[in-house]
C-alpha cells in the first residue's frame, strides 16, 4: 500500500502558459502532502507544504503567486505553475503523509514531473 | 538548525564487494533519520530510518545502516553490492518540527561496476 501517483509525468510547453500537476494518494488519505523541486545532479529542495482544507505553507524564496498549490480533498493536491518561464523547468516531485501517521513515519513520494518550458 | 551531510557525491564498488555510502547529521534532540534511493526519472523510495532503539537498522534490499550517536553519522552499508544497485541515495532527518517535514543531504550517487 501507500501509493502516490503525479500526472502528468512529463510536459513541454511553451513560456508564459501555465501547468498543473496533480498528486494523488491512491490508497491511502493523506492530511499532508509536501512539493519538492529538484535540479539537475542536486537534492530535493521542499517548495512548500500543503494541508488538506487550508492555504500551503511556502518555504522562505517560493513565491505564492508563481506557484499555486490547491488541496482540495484527502487524495489530491495540485501545484500551478503559473506563467511558466524556462527557469521553471525542472523536476517536481510530491510526496504525501498517511492521515493520522507519526512524525517517524516515512513519507510516500510519486514518480515526479520533469516540466520544460520552451 | 537541522542539517544532513552526504560527503561523497559518489561512490563507485565493485558488483559483489560490501558499499557504503556515508550520512552526517546536526540535530537538536533525538534524530529521526532516513535513507531513500531513487531511480533515474523516478521520485524517492523509503530504504529503512533510524528512530530508537538498536543501532543496526535493516531495511528494504538487503540494505541497513548503523546509526552512531558519538559521530553523528548514519551510513548506510551492504555487504554486497548489485549492479542494480546503482542509484542516487538521499540521507534525510526529519525536524522536530513534529510535522514530519524532511530535510535532505546533497546525495550520494552510487555506481556498481560489474
Known amino acids: 500500500g501507500a501509493v502516490v501517483s503525479q500526472h502528468p509525468s512529463w510536459v513541454i510547453c511553451k513560456s508564459g502558459t501555465s501547468v498543473k500537476i496533480e498528486c494523488r494518494s491512491l490508497?491511502?488519505?493523506?492530511?499532508?502532502m509536501f512539493w519538492y523541486r529538484q535540479f539537475p545532479k542536486q537534492s530535493l529542495m521542499l517548495m512548500a507544504t500543503?494541508?488538506?482544507?487550508?492555504?500551503?505553507?511556502?518555504e522562505q524564496g517560493v513565491e505564492k503567486d508563481k506557484f499555486l498549490i490547491n488541496h482540495a480533498s484527502l487524495t489530491l493536491s495540485t501545484l500551478t505553475v503559473t506563467s511558466a518561464h524556462p527557469e521553471d523547468s525542472s523536476f517536481y516531485i510530491c510526496?504525501?503523509?498517511?492521515?493520522?501517521?507519526?512524525?517517524?513515519?516515512?513519507?510516500?513520494f510519486g514518480d515526479g514531473t520533469r516540466l520544460s518550458i520552451l | 538548525a537541522q542539517s544532513v551531510a552526504q560527503p561523497e557525491d559518489q561512490v563507485n564498488v565493485a558488483e559483489g564487494n560490501p558499499l557504503t555510502v556515508k550520512c552526517t547529521y546536526s540535530?537538536?534532540?533525538?534524530?529521526?533519520l532516513f535513507w531513500y534511493v531513487q531511480y533515474p526519472n523516478r521520485g524517492l523510495q523509503f530504504l529503512l530510518k533510524y528512530i530508537t532503539g538498536d543501532n543496526l537498522v535493516k531495511g528494504s534490499y538487503g540494505f541497513e545502516a548503523e546509526f552512531n550517536k558519538s559521530q553523528t553519522s548514519f551510513h548506510l552499508k551492504k555487504p554486497s553490492a548489485l549492479v542494480s544497485d546503482s542509484a542516487l541515495y538521499f540521507c534525510?532527518?526529519?525536524?522536530?518540527?513534529?510535522?514530519?517535514?524532511?530535510?535532505f543531504g546533497t546525495g550520494t550517487r552510487l555506481l556498481v561496476s560489474p
Open positions: 510526496s504525501a503523509i498517511r492521515q493520522g501517521a507519526r512524525s517517524d513515519q516515512p513519507q510516500h
Open positions: 534525510a532527518v526529519v525536524m522536530n518540527t513534529g510535522f514530519q517535514k524532511l530535510v
Open positions: 490508497d491511502f488519505q493523506a492530511t499532508t
Open positions: 540535530v537538536s534532540g533525538n534524530p529521526y
Open positions: 500543503s494541508n488538506e482544507g487550508s492555504k500551503a505553507t511556502y
